[in-house]
């Protein structure tokens, strides 16, 4: 059964810097791997997608990677700001059609 | 830009009672699910929807649960004897064919059970 783990669970850092978030799963045969925002009490907005053929993905100042092989992916953001606070969702998709969610990071970023 | 529509935004029942949650998938979009996010838990998959017919669904997905495309536009999710623990937050997601393509998610309808 696929397992999705984020980590850390919660991190706070101030604006500017820049950060990683981390998602590991414990079976390597996916179809992709996408990585979702979540705010307060709202919906899922989808930030990147990556192939399983694919290495990584960059979306203005995100950049997301994966290694099927070893379970990792990780989500950069650079120069964070406060508007990126949120949670941070990682979700696979096993062969099939559903996506199997991570718990989340929560995301502070302090002006 | 084309994005997926949930209707209500919240929705408050009894216990026993029948809900319908209503979706608007993204137009041109072809595959239809539905998740559920217990409060402080995981987003969790239910059902997925193709050709009018459910192509998987999960162990959480029981009798009390159905799925319909009632026209060419919504798509809706039933319970039809509300319990306490299906108090979510319901998400309605498409994408334009399964596999490797992307799921778009809407905004969601907070379920409340009392």
């Known amino acids: 059964k696929q397992e999705v783990t984020q980590i850390p669970a919660a991190l706070s850092v101030p604006e500017g810097e820049n950060l990683v978030l981390n998602c590991s799963f414990t079976d390597s045969a996916i179809y992709n791997l996408q990585w979702f925002r979540q705010d307060p009490g709202k919906g899922l907005t989808s930030l990147l997608l990556?192939?399983?053929?694919?290495r990584e993905q960059t979306s203005g100042r995100l950049n997301a990677s994966l290694d099927k092989s070893s379970g990792r992916s990780t989500l950069y953001i650079a120069a964070s700001q406060p508007g990126d606070s949120a949670t941070y969702l990682c979700a696979v998709r096993p062969r099939g059609n559903k996506l199997v969610f991570g718990a989340g990071t929560i995301l502070r970023v302090k002006s | 830009e084309p994005e997926v529509t949930q209707t209500p935004s919240h929705q408050v029942t009894q216990m026993g009672q029948e809900v319908i949650l209503r979706c608007v998938p993204i137009s041109n979009h072809l595959y239809f699910y539905w998740y559920r996010q217990i409060l402080g838990q995981k987003v969790e998959f239910l059902v997925s929807?193709?050709?009018?017919?459910?192509?998987?669904k999960s162990e959480i997905f029981d009798d009390q649960f159905s799925v319909e495309r009632p026209d060419g536009s919504n798509f809706t999710l039933k319970i039809r004897s509300t319990k306490l623990e299906d108090s979510a937050m319901y998400f309605c997601a498409s994408s334009v064919h399964g596999g490797f393509y992307e799921q778009y998610f809407g905004p969601g309808t907070r379920l409340t059970v009392t």
């Open positions: 929807f193709y050709n009018n017919e459910i192509s998987e």
């Open positions: 990556i192939q399983s053929s694919q």
